[in-house]
């Protein structure tokens, strides 16, 4: 009879330790809000907001066009490859002790490949390197006049 009573008993305890209820309570900084408002402006196009379609970032290939441990030089080169190629983006990347400089948002090697192949003579040391990209902006507005 013990042994059934302290079964019982048991089995009283498992039960409720497992059954919680309760009520969740979120906490959040007011500026997460506006935050988000920003964000939708920023996706804007036409008039219309894009949504149920994100802004998806996925592994690419981005050209490596400099490298160095002096900050100006480093900017030196970003403001000189901007000069001569205005639509492609850059990145800096800080990794102690240097300063990276990358181009581009391909999503193939080829791509790169091709913009290493255009860089040569103005870059001399390029590398290609696989890492999270930006979703390139398609050009869907353009015509035959246009190209």
Known sequence: MKIFYTIIFSLLIFKTSFAQK????VIKDPLIDSLIAKRLEVYKTSGEVKTGKPIVSAYGYRVQIFYGSDRRE??????RFKGLYP????YLIYKEPNYYVRVGDF???????????????????????????NAPNLDTNT???QK
Do not use: S, Y
Not at 107 to 133: G, H, S, V, Y
């Open 22 to 25: 309760g009520e969740v309570t």
């Open 74 to 79: 480093v900017f030196n080169e970003q403001a």
């Open 87 to 90: 639509r492609l983006n850059t």
């Open 107 to 133: 999503r193939t090697r080829l791509e790169a490949q091709r913009l290493i192949n255009e860089l040569r003579p103005n870059f001399p040391t390029l590398f290609i390197f696989r890492e999270k990209i």
């Open 143 to 145: 015509t035959d006049d």
